[in-house]
């Protein structure tokens, strides 16, 4: 059974920071490339940021500078550590695998940065 496991989320003021952890059982997690998408209300849902197997990133331009996207596959794990949060940031945030079919999500975890 795939399980995806966010956490780390939570309340934080503007300008502070939050880790997320994603722990991932049930796939073979250093073959595939991992992302985090994230998903305000009324809004699409995005990509934030990936990493491949080669551990090579890529952001989203809005958060570029800000946040770091990273894996350890000693423990399964894909990290996303996101500083100088704004408001604009607030939104539920995904981890997911990518490229490979099917494509498996976390059950998201709420971040929300007050003004």
């Known amino acids: 059974q795939v399980q995806l496991a966010e956490s780390g989320g939570g309340l934080v003021q503007a300008g502070g920071s939050l880790r997320l952890s994603c722990a991932a059982s049930?796939?073979?997690?250093?073959?595939?490339?991992m992302g985090w998408s994230r998903q305000a209300p009324g809004k699409q849902r995005e990509l934030v940021a990936s990493i491949n197997i080669g551990g090579s990133t890529n952001y989203v331009d809005s958060v570029k500078g800000r946040f770091t996207i990273s894996r350890d596959n000693t423990k399964n794990t894909v990290y996303l550590q996101m500083n100088s949060l704004k408001p604009e940031d607030t939104a539920v945030y995904y981890c997911?695998?990518?490229?490979?079919?099917?494509?498996?999500w976390g059950q998201g975890t709420q971040v929300t940065v007050s003004s």
């Open positions: 049930g796939i073979r997690f250093s073959i595939n490339t």
């Open positions: 997911h695998t990518m490229y490979r079919s099917p494509t498996y």
